[in-house]
């Protein structure tokens, strides 16, 4: 006899359940779970009055805050799906995820009041929705604090294939894909990192990295299913998240470039014993600074996951944690992860695509059914990174996926930038790579051949990252252009040899800084 | 898209990402997970060898031991089903529970032996298997560490619905019924009661109460899965838990009668920090015992749970623990308790029979789908225990069902022991009862009315106790007799009103002891 999945509403078990215990903490700001619960049921009441419906999708345009942690809970409980945008993507790209998700309503901040509203204005169906709390010129109206609490039934029972969110993520093909991550895949991605780690009434799991993407909003759904309290900072900072540490937060998901920069900060006091794990994704991390991490008692785990696995895929477990540096873990239990051999590759290669399979694997990309049958062959999620995994079952991820650049823990798809730049008028040709980077890990780098008429004033850095940035979030575009007089490498059909493209960079052409 | 729940092998997951860990001790021995992997995967070769295919049945009438603690996950690597005989119980009554399960094999240890082979004669099909380990005159070649591995592929990967152990429990009828607890089930249940008392690496869980019941052996799945230390005991002594607690043991579970001998045996000395939850099932436990076990720095947690919920359905938090004496707690997440009026009680009625909804909840009865039906209507299990639920969700459970009597941690039907006395020429009608025991919580006792023609040497307690002994488990015989020579209050239907069998008890009969 299966039964259906259905989870009551984590933060109303968790309200009745332990009432009095800290769930939140924004800043200086605090929450129980009876107040956080009644907090989610207001601005479900405010939803509803402002139309939205089972089945809709809400855009959240918001950078960490008391309401960027609220929402994700009440659009749940309206039936409905959370759309998180990023916070610094451009008005051309606010404007194209914005179109494909068509939702109900906008959230905004004072910070991208602007940006959001322009991007909407060609989306009659969009209602902006501002959470300003300043008295501005802004229409009050539409001002979240404002609006009404319709007397309406809300869900407190969801079905576990109701899609939670849809994450926007690149890929290769330059579009961002919507990932829909469901109740069920949330739940599971709790568990298994529980199963790992550990859970403990006393934890306090600290979000530094944006709500928005998923391994922040993963925390938030993670301390609701514990029954504990997530600590969440508005963009990172150094200073604070070793304050926050030193006041009792338990665990701390970072990538390498911030925990480079806590220690740096820190000085070489050691970690509170109260620190139980610095949870490390983001890519592969430099053993020298994994040994410095040692040596001044953060507990360092490393993970691996991506957006269409709802976050952690494979994570070390504590006891491996010192002795296993550069691996990447194991599966979390219950998920499989195998390698796939590459295309040509013989029985005897043991590096090869890493694919996943299990309940954290996403239901699919929204509206792109295509897109979705090409990720996900007979349950196994195609990562498109390349790793081994060893006789133990450990995972070593050798490279992301070709194309990827991962720079301060934002993924850029050179794809995307590619198609910017190409769009310039004297730019005939361009490719974009990752070069290493000693504080961000990696940096963008475009290879650009001018177009026959265009002449040498156009080799102009400057200029092309300001034509970026009409276009583009600012953290993809290219630090560095370097300019080249022959065509670039591209296979017969034409597409780039991205493999060939570093060649390239590094022997012709000079460097010109953005 | 919802996909079938599939588990990879628990001890398998742990033995590769955890193998030095101490998964089990027994005794003076203990098993790292990497070698309880390895004790597995031999006693699942073994089990194939003997013949054990995918859907059979493997009873188990076994005193705890390492055997016991290793045989229910090789059964389940074999793709077949446990089944836990209780030590105590008869040879009528445990040729009853073979005949109904009709298992391929049924294991026994030296204490079990003569009971398991006589109750096993009657039927030809199933191979009785020891696991006698001293030079006995028994058959050596049905001693099963002298079965040679077969070289089959085994399961390491299980489904969800796949049912685990079928666990005999006895109900108004008379007859034991099978209760079918999945995979999935103690999946569950094991993830609920983590989300509730949380899950440290260094926990080790004591099971001092035997492993044939879903208490036991939930311990040892629930250990499995969290990958902590089990930690085993043959038979409950007072000074053996009291000793391990000292020793480190973080969680014990225990009813109430063991609870308050351990308690005597300390004689006042604190319970260690490193105790983090004592679980107390087996129904109300009286205040005064609650007092002097905080008193005594033992952090009992109550909980509610029934065989056909695969152990915890609801339990206190620890937060809860010491200001809701009384109080079971709230229902394991995700599953839900509410209470089911009485027939003709009215809305105003807070009391009422105790339903269950969740994935803990079995699959049904083995072979009897007409009790299942009964049992589980719309998802709802009718516990048949009478409770109330309060404004915040906390559950107080005020009477087990109307004819259960739980002595000693054990649960009797008295329609079983009322057919036991039937049968007894001189009987002409008997009803049973439990009656307060300030050492066992409840005794048996029975209130017998003789034949018309049997005289006077009938009212013979000890001879009727041994009639019983014959024919049930020792904990089920009747500890006094009270004869009568009125006949017992029936309904007009006939059936015996039980409700009032007690004032019968104390008006009528002297008391002989048995």
Redesign the interface.
């Known amino acids: 006899?299966?039964?259906?999945?259905?989870?009551?509403d984590w933060i109303a078990?968790r309200g009745?359940?332990?009432p009095g215990?800290i769930a939140l903490v924004v800043g200086r700001s605090e929450w129980t779970f009876a107040e956080l619960d009644d907090e989610i049921t207001s601005a479900a009441k405010k939803l509803a009055t402002l139309g939205v419906q089972a089945g809709d999708r809400v855009a959240v345009l918001l950078h960490n805050g008391c309401e960027m942690a609220v929402l994700p809970h009440a659009v749940l409980r309206c039936g409905a799906t959370l759309v998180p945008l990023n916070v610094r993507l451009s008005e051309h790209e606010l404007a194209w995820q914005l179109g494909d998700s068509k939702p109900r309503l906008l959230f905004v901040d004072e910070r991208t009041y602007d940006q959001g509203v322009n991007a909407a204005r060609e989306y009659s169906g969009i209602r902006v929705v501002s959470i300003d709390r300043r008295d501005t010129e802004h229409d009050s109206e539409n001002t979240f604090d404002r609006v009404a609490e319709a007397d309406v039934e809300l869900r407190l029972v969801h079905d576990?294939?109701a899609v939670l969110a849809i994450i926007y993520t690149s890929g290769t093909t330059g579009r961002p894909k919507g990932a829909m991550l469901t109740v069920s895949n949330f739940w599971w991605s709790a568990?298994g990192s529980?199963?790992n780690l550990?859970?403990?009434?006393e934890d306090k799991w600290l979000a530094c990295m944006p709500l928005f993407h998923v391994g922040g909003l993963s925390i938030l759904i993670r301390a609701a299913?514990?029954?504990i309290t997530a600590v969440v900072q508005d963009g990172f900072d150094e200073t604070a998240v070793n304050a926050a540490i030193d006041k009792g937060v338990t665990i701390v998901s970072v990538v390498a470039v911030m925990l480079e920069r806590m220690l740096v900060q820190r000085g070489g006091d050691l970690y509170p014993a109260t620190l139980r794990c610095v949870l490390l994704g983001g890519g592969p991390a430099p053993v020298s600074l994994l040994e410095r991490s040692s040596s001044m008692s953060a507990p360092v785990i490393q993970t691996y996951g991506l957006t269409e696995t709802c976050s952690q895929v494979a994570t070390l477990?504590?006891?491996d944690a010192a002795s296993r540096h550069g691996a990447a873990g194991?599966a979390l239990?219950?998920n499989?992860v195998r390698i796939a051999l590459q295309p040509g590759g013989t029985p005897g290669d043991r590096a090869g695509e890493i694919v996943v399979r299990g309940?954290v694997v996403m239901?699919?990309y929204f509206g792109q059914p295509d897109a979705t049958a090409r990720a996900i062959e007979d349950?196994w999620l195609r990562t498109g990174d390349i790793g081994l995994v060893d006789g133990?079952?450990y995972l070593y991820v050798l490279d992301r996926r070709e194309d990827l650049i991962v720079t301060g823990g934002e993924n850029v798809y050179p794809a995307e930038v590619e198609d910017a730049l190409f769009s310039h008028p004297s730019i005939a040709e361009a490719g974009v790579i990752g070069i290493i980077d000693e504080k961000w890990g990696q940096r963008v780098v475009a290879i650009a051949r001018l177009a026959d008429g265009a002449d040498e004033a156009a080799h102009d850095a400057p200029a092309l990252a300001s034509w970026c940035r009409a276009r583009l979030a600012g953290y993809k575009i290219p630090a560095e252009f370097r300019f080249v007089t022959d065509p670039l490498p591209r296979t017969a059909s034409g597409k780039l040899r991205r493999g060939e493209l570093r060649d390239v960079a590094n022997a012709q052409g000079g460097d010109r800084k953005a």
Chains 1, 2 share one sequence.
Not at 198 to 201: E, P
């Open positions: 006899m299966t039964q259906k999945a259905v989870f009551p078990h009745r359940g332990m215990h576990g294939d568990i529980a199963l550990g859970t403990r009434s299913i514990y029954g477990s504590p006891q194991r239990y219950p499989e309940p239901a699919g349950g133990q079952g």
